[in-house]
């Protein structure tokens, strides 16, 4: 099983969209895939069709099949109460490793999307990451998040030895001045994958019917990269 974490500190940047349609990608290469929401807004959750749940169901690892190869974990609006829970524990940062993911041993991938924040469930998942996309767009206080992530990164890796990163732009639109000179400073980033995910409306008319913005190329594209990268 491979865990991927998608996170950014500052939010609006498309971390949601990201990891609805990475798993999509997988699920369409034939894998199982398991989203688990870790934002108590559920954005992903409403995404792929499903309520919020209570937490003793998210606790009690209550997974909810979407087809036959994706289903999801839906996050809870009293996040803050596990997370109160979780910082009384003894090992505050093994929660998730501990006690949710021996329950999706049978999915080939999970896919976590984090809120944009620091919080001891967003330490979780990078500690129990084998990969964390860092999903940045084309605005300098996204950029400006990137170097904060990294520094969050390098303290996690004094627990989780073997997490990497990759950093993905989102919304990019060729040619406009804002896109070009983010990937002038992202082509210094050691990270950077090079893979960019277009500007379209389409996904926004995607995710208003709740279903992946794959049928496009030019989108389907990028995330068979992104798909292929773990």
Do not use: W
Not at 103 to 115: C, G, K, M, P, Q
Not at 152 to 171: G, K, W
Not at 180 to 188: H, N, T, V
Request: charged share 20%; net charge neutral; proline share 4%.
């Amino acid at each position: 099983m491979k865990t991927i974490a998608i996170a950014n500190r500052k939010g609006g940047v498309g971390k949601t969209t990201v990891a609805y349609n990475l798993g999509a990608a997988y699920a369409l290469a034939g894998h199982r895939v398991c989203f688990v929401d870790l934002d108590s807004q559920a954005n992903l959750s409403t995404l792929c069709g499903t309520e919020p749940s209570s937490l003793d169901s998210f606790k009690a690892t209550h997974v909810i099949d979407l087809s036959d190869r994706l289903a999801i974990l839906p996050a809870s609006k009293s996040f803050p109460i596990l997370e109160n829970e979780i910082n009384q524990l003894i090992d505050r940062n093994g929660y998730l490793r501990a006690r949710i993911l021996p329950h999706l041993s049978t999915f080939e991938y999970v896919i976590i999307d984090t809120a944009p924040s620091l919080s001891i469930l967003n330490i979780n998942a990078l500690c129990v990451a084998d990969m964390v996309y860092i999903v940045v767009n084309a605005d300098s206080f996204s950029l400006g998040g990137l170097v904060e992530m990294r520094e969050i990164l390098d303290q996690v890796r004094t627990i989780n030895t073997s997490l990497e990163y990759r950093i993905i732009l989102n919304a990019a639109i060729k040619g406009r001045r804002l896109t070009e000179a983010a990937l002038s400073a992202l082509r210094k980033e050691p990270g950077y994958l090079g893979i960019e995910i277009p500007n379209r409306q389409h996904f926004v008319d995607s995710n208003a019917l709740r279903k992946p913005a794959l049928d496009m190329p030019d989108i389907m594209e990028p995330f068979q990269k992104l798909a292929g990268e773990i």
